[in-house]
């Protein structure tokens, strides 16, 4: 089962939360020209772990991901602390 996902969310909610393609990359295991290419499309389908990774590095509802729920205030608030801990990684 693939799940849809909003390419203009996800480019918005990962802007506002100013984290870079490399560094989404490392957070999901996705490449960066894999992130690129969903940033692209306009509305594309994904392996629900995907959707779950993605979810999770942004912290924003996999809803919001998929279009579903309004991106909220809080989604677009910069993310305050280093995702990950790999030292480095997130700098």
Do not use: F, H, W, Y
């Amino acid at each position: 089962m693939m799940l849809p996902i909003d390419a203009n969310v996800l480019k918005t909610v990962r802007k506002a939360r100013k984290v870079g393609r490399p560094k989404l990359a490392k957070l999901t295991g996705l490449t960066e020209r894999q992130i690129s290419k969903l940033e692209g499309a306009a509305i594309c389908e994904i392996e629900p772990a995907t959707m779950t990774c993605l979810s999770e590095a942004l912290k924003v509802p996999e809803l919001v991901l998929s279009g579903e729920e309004p991106v909220s205030e809080m989604d677009m608030v910069p993310l305050a602390t280093p995702c990950c801990s790999n030292k480095g990684c997130c700098g």
